[in-house]
């Protein structure tokens, strides 16, 4: 009984030997797939990381391509703006000389259509005279503008059918009522107005 003891014992520490052995070889297993998850997560990781670094590359890229081009239609519509800018002013400096040759000549054929026309071309400056001075009368205002478009005297009588005298007379009024010192131009000071 002893032996049978002795084989039993042996064979139940065989058996623990034998659990051991298997638990060795299940946690080398173990730690070999451990090993191998932690080399496919790094291989996954790794993949990852280069599909995020190409997107960022392509975005990048994609970014500089498109801001160049917006950058070069910028330039091209900046150039046209400016020479439609200039065109405009060009043709709108010409319509203001054009309109104003029909003035000077509406007046110089003391056209009643003269005032209509030149209220038009400056609306503001008939405002500006009578906010100066309201108690402007329409003959005075006809002369303020003739002064304004540089009629000379003699220019404003001839065209008004009007005597120099007459028309120096209501200069000195204008005056008078506009406050205007006597050293300065007249026509200089209608201008500016």
Not at 62 to 71: M, Q
Not at 107 to 112: C, D, I, L
Not at 113 to 128: A, I, Q, S, T, Y
Not at 133 to 157: G, Q, S, Y
């Amino acid at each position: 009984m002893g032996l049978v003891f002795i084989l039993m014992a042996g064979t139940g520490h065989s058996q623990q030997v034998s659990r051991q052995i298997d638990s060795i070889t299940t946690n080398q297993q173990a730690g070999l797939g451990q090993q191998q998850n932690w080399e496919t997560s790094k291989v996954w990781l790794t993949g990852v990381m280069l599909f995020v670094f190409v997107q960022l590359v392509v975005v990048v890229v994609v970014t500089f391509y498109i801001t160049g081009r917006l950058k070069k239609r910028l330039k091209v519509i900046a150039a046209r703006v400016d020479e439609l800018t200039k065109e405009t002013e060009s043709s709108t400096t010409q319509r203001k000389i054009e309109d104003l040759r029909e003035i000077v000549q509406l007046a110089m054929e003391n056209n009643p259509l003269f005032l209509n026309r030149f209220n038009e071309f400056d609306p503001g400056f008939v405002k500006r005279i009578f906010h100066i001075a309201p108690n402007m009368v329409a003959v005075e205002i006809e002369m303020c503008i003739l002064l304004r478009i540089n009629f000379d005297t003699k220019e404003i009588a001839r065209f008004t059918k009007s005597s120099v005298r007459s028309v120096e007379g209501k200069k000195r009024r204008i005056r008078k009522k506009l406050n205007i010192p006597s050293a300065t131009d007249i026509n200089v000071w209608m201008t500016n107005v």
